[in-house]
C-alpha cells in the first residue's frame, strides 16, 4: 500500500504524509460556495474545476495563474473553423514580427556597413590631408632654405668687386633690381 493510501486508510490520523507537501481532500459536488464567497486560491480552483463545464462566462478573480488557465481551455475549446482562423491570425501576427525584426537587423547591419564605411573614408581623408600638408611645409621649408642659400650665394658674390650686378643677376636667378636693393642694404 503506498503512503498516501496508507494515510487515508487510517481514520483520526492527521499527521502530514509528507512534510513537505499538503494534500485536500475535496467532495467537488458538495463545494457549494458562490463567486462572491471565493477569497482564497484553493476556493478559486475549486469554483473553477466545479463550473467550467457550464459553458457559461466565469467570473474574474483577479487571479492570473487562473485567468492564464481559464484562457487556454477557452482556446481549446473553440470551433475548428475559429481555431483555424485565429491560429491563421497567429501565424500573420508572428510572421510581421519575424519580417520586422529581420528588416531592423537588417537596417542595423547597414547603418554598422555605411558607419565603417564612413570612418574609413574620413582616416582616409584625414591621412590625405595630413599628407597634404606635411607635403606643403616640406616645400615651403625647402624654398625658404633654398631662397637663404641664394640669398647668401648673392652676398658672396656681392663681396666680389669684380662682378656686376647683371652678373649676379644671370648667374643666381634674381632680377636686377632686387641684387642693387640687396647691395644697398649690405652697405649699411
Not at 487515508?8 to 459536488?29: H, R, S, W
Not at 624654398?143 to 658672396?156: H, I, R, S, T
Request: net charge negative.
Amino acid at each position: 500500500m503506498g503512503c498516501l493510501q496508507q494515510g487515508i486508510a487510517e481514520q483520526g490520523k492527521t499527521e502530514a504524509i509528507f512534510p513537505k507537501n499538503k494534500y485536500i481532500m475535496v467532495n467537488l459536488p458538495r463545494f457549494n460556495k458562490t463567486a462572491d464567497e471565493v477569497k482564497d486560491p484553493v476556493d478559486i480552483w475549486l469554483y473553477v474545476l466545479k463550473h467550467a463545464h457550464e459553458g457559461k462566462p466565469l467570473p474574474d478573480f483577479g487571479n492570473d495563474i487562473v485567468n492564464e488557465a481559464l484562457n487556454r481551455i477557452k482556446i481549446e475549446n473553440l470551433d475548428k473553423t475559429t481555431l483555424t482562423e485565429a491560429e491563421r491570425e497567429m501565424t500573420t501576427k508572428e510572421e510581421m514580427a519575424c519580417c520586422l525584426a529581420y528588416a531592423i537587423r537588417k537596417a542595423e547591419e547597414e547603418v554598422r556597413k555605411k558607419a565603417e564605411k564612413a570612418k574609413e573614408a574620413a582616416i582616409k581623408e584625414a591621412k590625405e590631408a595630413a599628407i597634404k600638408e606635411a607635403k606643403e611645409d616640406a616645400e615651403k621649408e625647402v624654398n625658404e632654405k633654398v631662397g637663404n642659400a641664394k640669398l647668401e650665394m648673392v652676398d658672396a658674390m656681392l663681396a666680389n668687386p669684380k662682378l656686376t650686378n647683371e652678373d649676379i643677376s644671370v648667374i643666381s636667378g634674381f632680377p636686377q633690381d632686387e641684387i642693387e636693393k640687396r647691395r644697398a642694404q649690405l652697405q649699411k
